[in-house]
């Protein structure tokens, strides 16, 4: 249903002004009357001066004079109160036009209010820092979709070529052809899972629960330690108890996916990767340590972008699909915590992550 247009804020701003002076001049004029006319006589009489006028007198000669200062307050203050709302409301103007290119899809536009710092010039710097987060999160999931989408079309386009290579070579290798579309099939629908994991932490679409990490680390080193072992690796955890509140199945991805990162980067000799918790005063610390080869801060700043793996982009399927940072990030954000990635000297990653600490 829509609405009857009604009275601007600039208007109604202006006829409040106008009656804060208009009854401000009334009451002056009824304190006058009041406190002064009253104890004049009604008609004129001859004093021991001469003729002194009564209170009708007073008011006949009173009365014009005030009606036309009224007349000309209305008026000064009508004018007064609509240049002085335009003044005030002006911020508003800027904000609103920010706000309808915003809607246009320009968010690169800033309102860059300047002046004191007061209501308004907060306001503004709001609206700024909110338009910088949209989009830079726009940016970012661009970016991500577009790299999805690269990464979705890889194995749908080698199976169309498996296909095709079937269809029109009946002598071909059936069982090898059978099995390397196994192969792709599966990469396709791991990292169609990953996608969906990393939506719903961005969404924050679970139920909190207490949940103990040094639980977690465990459970994620006994699924991993097969592939550790086939890689010479050694995995130790430990540590205190850690709970926090969030979803255990996210949490345990997180432990995972962080370990997982640690075992396929790791040294090609002497391989190890140490887990530890620890419970602080605010928060539980989760930190995941491994030697490997240096890592720039060039490279440092990427690792966490969906769909990078070390100094380049994922290439092939063989050590996942350039998801599991960003997973771990998304899972982090998404239960209130901090990741901090740091490049050890000696080379490899050090990992550190901080969430809530359960009350």
Do not use: K
């Amino acid at each position: 249903m829509t609405r009857p247009p009604g009275l601007s804020v600039r208007w109604q701003l202006t006829l409040s002004y106008v009656a804060v002076v208009m009854v401000t001049g009334g009451l002056l004029l009824a304190i006058v009357y009041v406190f002064l006319l009253r104890y004049v006589p009604v008609q004129a009489y001859v004093g021991p001066e001469g003729l002194i006028p009564g209170r009708t007198d007073l008011l006949r000669a009173f009365l014009p004079p005030a009606a036309w200062m009224l007349a000309a307050l209305l008026a000064a203050s009508t004018l007064g109160g609509w240049l002085l709302a335009g003044r005030v409301l002006a911020p508003l103007t800027q904000i609103a036009r920010a706000t309808r290119q915003a809607a246009a899809g320009s968010l690169g536009h800033r309102i860059a209010m300047p002046g004191r710092q007061d209501e308004f010039r907060e306001l503004a710097d709001s609206f700024d820092g909110m338009l910088a987060q949209l989009e830079s999160q726009l940016a970012e999931q661009q970016r991500f979709a577009a790299n999805a989408s690269h990464e979705l079309r890889t194995p749908l386009a080698i199976t169309q070529a498996l296909i095709d290579v079937a269809a029109d070579d009946p002598a071909a290798d059936r069982s090898a052809m059978l099995r390397r579309l196994r192969e792709v099939n599966a990469r396709a629908i791991h990292l169609t899972e990953a996608l969906l994991v990393l939506s719903r932490a961005d969404q924050r679409a679970f139920t909190t629960e207490p949940v103990d990490l040094s639980l977690l680390a465990e459970e994620a080193a006994e699924t991993l330690l097969p592939i550790a072992e086939q890689r010479g690796i050694s995995l130790e955890v430990r540590g205190d108890t850690a709970i926090t509140p969030g979803s255990s199945a996210l949490l345990l991805q997180l432990v995972t996916n962080l370990m997982q990162n640690a075992v396929v980067h790791n040294a090609s000799h002497d391989g190890w990767v140490t887990v530890s918790t620890a419970r602080g005063v605010d928060a539980v610390e989760l930190t995941v340590e491994n030697p490997g080869e240096r890592i720039t801060a060039e490279v440092l700043g990427t690792l966490v972008e969906p769909f990078q793996r070390g100094a380049s982009r994922v290439r092939d399927g063989r050590d996942g699909h350039g998801l599991g940072l960003a997973i771990a990030r998304s899972i982090v954000r998404a239960h209130h915590g901090e990741l901090q990635l740091s490049a050890r000297d000696a080379g490899g990653l050090l990992v550190c992550v901080s969430l809530p600490v359960t009350s």
